[in-house]
């Protein structure tokens, strides 16, 4: 085998590995933040996770890993799907900006 072959084979193998690293750790640090949420009680069983943003993936694995239900934030909306989606992704930036609005 040509060693310049080689040589992308390898590099491609860090590539992925330090995907599945990074993923890995996304995972974790979600399901343990939604841990800490559960853990005060405050809401029932079968309380639905609403997912948005650019981690919904993330999100959507996490609820599996609890055993919740999923909703996607763009199920809660009525819009044409691309505004739906476009809505689904930024939804978190929104509710921060509402949340600092109002003062919390």
């Known amino acids: 085998m040509d060693v310049q072959y080689c040589n992308a084979v390898s590099a491609q193998g860090r590539e992925v590995t330090a995907h599945r690293t990074e993923l890995t750790s996304q995972l974790r640090t979600v399901h343990d933040a939604a841990m800490l ?3 005060r009680g405050e809401l029932p069983p079968e309380a639905p996770v609403v997912g948005a943003g650019i ?3 993330v999100l959507r694995e996490v609820t ?3 055993g919740r239900d999923y909703i996607p934030f763009q199920h ?3 819009a044409d799907p691309a505004v739906e989606v476009a809505a689904s992704r930024v939804a978190p930036a929104a509710a921060l900006a ?3 609005a109002d003062g919390r």
């Open 37 to 39: 949420v559960l853990s």
């Open 55 to 57: 981690g919904e993936a």
């Open 64 to 66: 599996r890993r609890l």
């Open 76 to 78: 809660l909306i009525e």
């Open 98 to 100: 509402l949340l600092a």
